[in-house]
């Protein structure tokens, strides 16, 4: 393997960019890794960390774009070099013709005057100077960027709630206005059910439940995760909160999130009890204590949640929906026998490789109680911090968006090179009882999945059939037919072969715990 790096002085691209060029480099023949990244102090200790780091780019500072590669061996690199300076003469290009974008909030102000919103994405240093720019021309903001600091979020989110508008983010990936979806969404129906959510895929989770089950979505406000801490205070979710209590399109309010603050909560239940509709709570980890005496029906998994919400939204009791949740359980016991039956005595654990944090932590939180030895990069509820991220142990649950698996790459949403390769490494491991992935679907996310993950499914069958033994895929499809993708002709691929898909991340969650559990761990 040769090892080589390049810096692009003073060179910058907003982060959406940078992903785009970085999903091409990657795939370019002799390429076996790479990453582009802009050259901050984080950024090269994670490329020291993972063996990307030469001589050549140390001395780049935070305002040049470096590129590292780890080449095959006997690729001339200079004609690998040549095909990355075309990607960025491309870049550069149509950045400068037919698809011009405007360089300032009032340049983007003159070509659609009548904007009420601003999404940007630029580096996180400049991010939240322009978002205070766009606040002072009456524009809300969407904050996909994040690095931005505690102390400009918390004046952005004063600053906006003063002159009631709203400050989505930083870091906020997911959101759904006026039907229009933001980033990485999907396109739901129209509905009477409205969604505050400090989580990005747990939005979109809830929202694609929602809409397969024939309801939809008045409005989906994401606020970025950080906003239901102690510091911000929930700010924008306080205000997502009411302003859904006061649009006459919603009759439903439904909350997602991981444990807010106690003080947040406090805040969360004083402003609950002063709202007339139905509100549904999704705290993935928290107690039923913590909302003890609020009116706000807690749910235990994203799918209770959004079930909840439709059985309100049609205004069916509780009972309904947990019959429908019974139905499903009694099925997916069913269906971890079959497949518990099929596996070698060697097969014990369980593998989960997820591209949405929120999915990683409620698969989490699934295990308690029923699996010991559970290790995660990101561990919740009682798992344990795995040593090493790149080696399973035990049973291992993966979020391969993390930033120690995507900085200077592609998020797992779009570019699944990252997660096929340990799709394939664990397959390999004879102790592997259950793999389990999630498919989000959407834009933002890959447009082509099936192109990706159809031919790694295909060689997991070539070597588990050469060794002898059955190795379930278990899979969750976030997504909707109507985004680009289309959920039923996704579904309808993997289960040609025999990828077990199921309706949400916590049945597909329950159905891989339950097949494991039934060989005694």
Not at 89 to 114: C, H, M, Y
Not at 204 to 216: D, R, W
Not at 362 to 376: F, G, R, T
Not at 478 to 494: C, S
């Amino acid at each position: 393997m040769n090892i080589i790096g390049i810096i692009k002085k003073g060179e910058y691209y907003d982060s959406i960019s940078i992903m785009l060029i970085a999903k091409q480099i990657s795939e370019l023949d002799g390429v076996i890794d790479s990453a582009t990244v802009m050259g901050t102090k984080e950024n090269k200790s994670i490329l020291t960390s993972s063996g990307l780091m030469t001589p050549d780019i140390q001395p780049a500072g935070e305002m040049d774009l470096i590129v590292a590669l780890k080449l095959k061996e006997g690729v001339d690199s200079k004609n690998v070099l040549s095909m990355i300076d075309e990607i960025f003469k491309a870049t550069k290009k149509s950045d400068d013709g037919e698809n011009f974008a405007p360089q300032s909030i009032d340049g983007a102000l003159n070509v659609l005057p009548d904007a009420n919103l601003a999404m940007i994405s630029v580096a996180g240093r400049y991010a939240g100077d322009v978002a205070m720019q766009s606040l002072q021309r009456g524009l809300h903001v969407m904050l996909f960027s994040d690095n931005v600091s505690l102390e400009k979020e918390i004046e952005l989110k004063k600053y906006a709630r003063d002159k009631n508008l709203f400050v989505m983010g930083p870091d906020c990936g997911t959101a759904i206005i006026n039907g229009v979806p933001l980033a990485f969404a999907n396109v739901v129906n129209r509905g009477n059910i409205g969604i505050v959510a400090a989580s990005g895929t747990g939005l979109q989770e809830v929202s694609c439940l929602i809409s397969n089950a024939g309801c939809g979505i008045s409005q989906a406000i994401g606020t970025g995760g950080r906003d239901v801490k102690k510091e911000i205070g929930g700010i924008m979710f306080i205000e997502g909160m009411k302003a859904l209590a006061n649009d006459p399109a919603t009759n439903v309010i439904l909350l997602v999130s991981k444990p807010p603050a106690t003080e947040v909560v406090e805040k969360i239940i004083s402003v609950a009890h002063g709202i007339k509709k139905p509100i549904v709570g999704i705290f993935l980890g928290a107690t039923q204590e913590l909302f003890k005496g609020s009116n706000i029906h807690q749910a235990l998994t994203l799918e209770e949640a959004a079930s909840l919400s439709v059985g309100y939204s049609k205004k069916e009791n509780a009972s309904a929906v947990t019959d429908v949740l019974k139905k499903r359980e009694a099925e997916i016991i069913k269906m971890a026998k079959e497949e518990s039956t099929k596996l070698s005595p060697a097969q014990k654990y369980l593998r989960a490789l997820y591209s949405g944090g929120t999915f990683c932590d409620e698969a989490q939180l699934l295990c308690q109680n029923v699996l010991s030895e559970v290790y995660s990069n990101i561990p919740f509820g009682s798992s344990k911090k795995l040593k090493d991220s790149w080696k399973s142990d035990k049973h291992t649950i993966l979020d391969l968006g993390d930033d120690e698996f995507t900085v200077g790459k592609p998020h797992p949403m779009i570019d699944y090179s990252t997660r096929n390769k340990r799709i394939l490494a664990e397959a390999g491991d004879p102790e592997t009882a259950v793999i389990l992935l999630d498919i989000v679907l959407g834009y933002g996310s890959n447009m082509n999945p099936l192109a990706e993950i159809i031919p790694v499914i295909k060689e997991v069958k070539k070597i588990t059939t050469q060794q002898k033994r059955y190795l379930p895929i278990v899979c969750s499809a976030t997504g909707t037919d109507k985004d680009p993708q289309n959920r039923t002709a996704v579904v309808t691929a993997l289960e040609a072969e025999d990828v077990k898909v199921m309706e949400s991340n916590a049945a597909a969650s329950r159905l891989a715990i339950n097949i494991v559990s039934r060989k005694g761990n």
